[in-house]
């Protein structure tokens, strides 16, 4: 079975700096991989997929993440962070023999003034 | 224009009490989730569905019971609540295949007293 392991649970960023948010994943069949954010007391939006193609995918907010299949890895970066970005990130993972989507344990985002 | 719907937003209620949660898509997507997010926003699958057919039944107590009177609408009925059930539950869907997103509602936050 799939799944996603998101590092830090918690990461904070002064306005302006980049943003980085590691998502690494398990799976034994290609995956597709997704981030969403979650504002306070909103349900998930997605940012951006990939799914196959080109590995560096871009999203929306300015947010773009890079496949790395070498490294089972595909972090989520923003080069310059916006006090509108505080949010929770999640990680997310499918395959074509799963109807289900696999969630990491999200990560905070904190942006300082 | 609301793409995935649930109602209420929130829900406070006692133990032992019997409540459902609705929740409706005009998306014309084909497969429908329940997800429990709890305090620490770690969001687990509970149900999915897929042309008004349960294809995902996770570990749940059978307290919790989902109905699917057609493709649009997915409800869950929790009977004899309890207080470990207090939480934020949400709705998704998502058409066909899994490289697809899945688009969620904002969620119920269901606090039991």
């Known amino acids: 079975a799939q799944s996603v392991t998101q590092l830090g649970s918690h990461v904070s960023v002064s306005e302006g700096a980049l943003v980085l948010l590691r998502c690494n994943y398990s799976?034994?069949?290609?995956?597709?991989l997704f981030w969403y954010v979650q504002y306070p007391n909103q349900g998930l939006q997605l940012l951006l997929k990939?799914?196959?193609?080109?590995?560096l995918v871009k999203g929306i907010n300015g947010f773009e993440a890079e496949f790395k299949k070498s490294e089972t890895s595909f972090h989520l970066t923003k080069p310059s962070a916006h006090m509108s970005d505080a949010a929770e990130y999640f990680c997310?993972?499918?395959?074509?023999?799963?109807?289900?989507?696999?969630f990491g344990a999200g990560t905070r985002l904190t942006v300082k003034p | 224009d609301t793409a995935v719907s649930q109602t209420p937003k929130y829900l406070v209620t006692q133990m032992g009490n019997d409540k459902s949660i609705k929740c409706e898509q005009n998306?014309?997507?084909?497969?429908m989730y329940w997800y429990k997010q709890d305090s620490k926003k770690f969001l687990k699958i509970m149900f999915s569905?897929?042309?008004?057919?349960?294809?995902i039944n996770e570990t749940v107590p059978n307290r919790f019971s989902p109905k699917s009177p057609d493709k649009a609408h997915l409800n869950l009925h929790i009977n004899s609540l309890e207080l470990g059930d207090s939480a934020v539950y949400f709705c998704?869907?998502?058409?066909?295949?899994?490289?697809?997103?899945?688009?969620f509602g904002d969620g119920t936050r269901l606090s039991i007293l």
């Open positions: 998704a869907s998502r058409q066909g295949l899994s490289n697809q997103p899945q688009h």
């Open positions: 799976s034994s069949v290609p995956p597709y």
């Open positions: 990939y799914t196959t193609g080109a590995t």
């Open positions: 997310a993972v499918s395959t074509t023999f799963n109807n289900d989507m696999r």
């Open positions: 998306l014309g997507h084909d497969t």
């Open positions: 569905y897929n042309n008004k057919e349960l294809i």
